[in-house]
């Protein structure tokens, strides 16, 4: 079994190349799912997450209000990088343990991490090989506000707060441009599945 981490920035395709993974037979592991996961109630992180940032984070429901939370560490590296020392921990034990129980049941010959943080993280030992998704700027810009809403002005802060093209580049195993239309970001996953997955070469 190869475990594969799939990262890369806002609006660079990285969920849509995820997904065709996950539909060529690949056992996909979504890090932003097990976020969440980490911010229900009785959980260490979600305990934790509290008491660093206050009852005002809470929702109604009693997890964690992502948006309120993002309010108080967006653009603030000291409550980010405390919130991080939270969260990140216990979504890799979460990510650990999904996939030692698909080696365990077997019968999966890819399994995929989709994280939007796992160089940031340093999740790289979980994984064998490092994917990156990359888009130039401009492209990414369009895609984020025709997808979110954003405003361009936002979208170049978010951009601007994440590592840059470059930086991912340079810790991957295998970069996918996703410049192109969407035929051309399938195509180009095809051939990386034939490449790596047991299943597709045999």
């Known amino acids: 079994m190869i475990v594969i981490g799939l990262t890369g920035g806002i609006a660079s395709g990285k969920s849509t190349v995820a997904r065709q993974l996950g ?34 984070v809470v929702a109604a429901d009693g997890r ?24 990140w921990p216990e979504i890799r034990r979460m990510a650990e343990a999904e996939i030692a129980r698909v080696r365990e049941a077997g019968g999966v010959g890819v399994v995929v991490l989709e994280a939007a943080v796992l160089l940031e993280a340093g999740w790289e030992s979980l994984v064998d090989e490092v994917w990156v998704t990359a888009v130039d700027r401009a492209t990414a810009v369009e895609r984020a506000v025709a997808r979110s809403g954003m405003t361009p002005a936002q979208a170049e802060a978010r951009i601007d707060a994440q590592l840059s093209n470059d930086e991912r580049k340079a810790k991957a195993d295998r970069v ?27």
């Open 23 to 56: 539909a060529l037979g690949a056992h996909v592991i979504d890090a932003d799912v097990l976020g969440h996961r980490a911010y229900e109630p009785g959980t260490a992180a979600h305990a934790g997450v509290v008491e660093a940032f206050g009852a005002g």
């Open 64 to 87: 964690v209000d992502r948006a309120a939370l993002g309010q108080q560490v967006f653009g603030k590296p000291e409550a980010l990088a405390r919130l991080t020392a939270i969260v």
């Open 176 to 202: 996918i441009d996703n410049d192109g239309d969407e035929a051309a970001l399938a195509a180009r996953v095809e051939t990386l599945w034939t490449a790596v997955s047991p299943a597709a070469q045999s």
